[in-house]
Every structure is written in C-alpha cells, then in structure tokens.
C-alpha cells in the first residue's frame, strides 16, 4: 500500500491587516494543518506570522520556520530551496497537510512558487493547492482610493529591479504601473517620473495593512531615504498616447450552409 501524503497547502494572509485574511484562510490556519513560513535568516521573525498573531490566531509550538535568503546568488537559493522542500516533504509524509504562509498573495512573486516546485521534484505525487489572498498593490489602490485601471486602460506589475529602461517603455505601453521591489531603484525611478512629467501621479506605499503602513503622495520626498522592502510604487500615466480601440459587439460570422 502506498502512503498517504499530505497536501502542501498555500495560504495567502494578505500584505499585513489580518482583517484581510480570507475566510478560506482563516479556516486552514485554525485546523489540524501543520504550519510553515519562510524566514530570511536562522532566528529572523516573520513578517507573516506577525500578521497571524495580531489576527488572534494562535501560532502551533511546532510551526516550522523554513528559511529563504535574500540574495540574488543561484547557488545559494538553489541550497535553500532544496532544504527547505526536504523538511516539507519530511512532514508531508506522515499523511498531515502542510500549510505555507504567505504574505500577500501566493501566486504573485511569491516564495511559495519555488517552493512548491522543488517540492514536487522530490515528491510528485504530492497535491499542492493555492488559497488565494489580497495583494500588496490591491491593498495600497484600495487604501489611497483610487482605481489602478478603468474602462480600457491597461496595466503592469513588475519588479522595479528590471531597470529604469524597462520602466521607461513601460510608461508608453501601460497606462498604470505597479513597481515593486523599489528599495534599491527608488532615487532612479523618481528621476525618470519628474522627467516624464508625471511625478505627481506617482504615490508611494510601504507596509500596507501594518501599524508601520506609510503612504506619500509627494513622492520627491523621498529622495535620498532608504526604504524598506515591503514597498512599492502606484504610477499613472495620464499622458500615455493611445490607439483607438474597436467598440461594440463583434459582428457574428455567418455560417455557409453546408452543401
């Protein structure tokens, strides 16, 4: 007989209100499911569990910190991958689920992702599933009150760590950018939004949903500060030249009668 495994199990907690955790969630995370969470470091907190305990939820004795550094070096995070899918499936196989928290969601840039595939490499026959959450950039639309597209208009999320170049053909392609991982680009994308004419459309969010939250709307403030990693950039382009769109219904194809 072959054993039972567990489900690796997703959980998406939203960008910091535990408001904001869905019901979906909120269920797993109060049932037998063994928890997981990824750490930048041995001994780091969790920005995720924080989110869990201010919730009210109770954090298992046995919730197991798996840990994913911050670094762009492929050896490493190869390393860290591994070990960590090694510890999950470890607990996978005693039949229990396995719950991974993830702040925001976990299908966006998520640590989730990697983990669920090296995982699956060592153990495909392991189910995952998702539960889906409220994105950082959702959030931050929703707290400045303010659309990021309507109507037509198009948009973009990306790392702002792509570069200024990227960005700045972007800005013709999109009407709304969300820009994250802005921490090291922060001074550069300013210039190129004051450039562009534009910098006024521009609002600044960090740690949306935290008692830490911060929101500039005068984003030339900011020059020179160095900002925290759970912040990103809202930009419209109001100036965006755009191509007329066909508008309507489409015709229906008539169908030749068969001979």
Not at 11 to 22: A, C, K, N, R, Y
Not at 35 to 61: H, N
Not at 171 to 199: A, T, Y
Not at 214 to 223: D, G, H
Request: charged content about 25%; proline content about 8%; hydrophobic content about 45%.
């Amino acid at each position: 007989m072959k054993p039972v495994l567990g489900r690796l199990i997703g959980v998406s907690m939203g960008p910091g209100d535990p408001d904001l955790i869905t019901r979906r969630a909120w269920t797993a995370l109060s049932g037998p499911a063994r928890w997981t969470y990824p750490v930048k470091k041995e001994g780091e907190p969790s920005f995720v569990l924080d989110i869990a305990q201010r919730g009210g939820l109770a954090v298992p004795a046995d919730a197991l910190p798996l840990v994913f550094p911050m670094t762009t070096q492929a050896e490493l995070l190869a390393r860290a991958w591994l070990h960590a899918a090694t510890l999950t499936v470890e607990r996978l196989a005693d039949g229990q689920d396995v719950l991974f928290l993830v702040e925001g969601d976990a299908s966006t840039y998520s640590t989730f992702g990697h983990l669920a595939r090296a995982v699956r490499q060592l153990q495909p026959a392991i189910v995952v599933e998702v539960i889906p959450g409220v994105s950082s950039y959702c959030a931050s639309a929703a707290r400045i009150a303010q659309p990021m597209v309507e109507a037509d208009e198009v948009l973009a999320v990306l790392p702002a760590s792509y570069g200024v170049e990227v960005v700045d053909r972007m800005l013709d392609q999109f009407d709304s950018l969300v820009l994250l991982k802005i921490k090291p680009m922060l001074d550069e994308l300013l210039d190129l939004l004051e450039r562009r004419g534009i910098v006024q459309h521009a609002v600044y969010v960090e740690k949306v949903g935290t008692p830490e939250e911060r929101v500039v709307r005068n984003v030339l403030s900011l020059r020179d500060e160095t900002v925290p990693y759970l912040s990103l950039l809202l930009v419209r382009n109001p100036l965006r030249s755009k191509q007329p769109i066909p508008r309507g219904c489409r015709p229906r194809r008539v169908r030749e009668a068969a001979s």
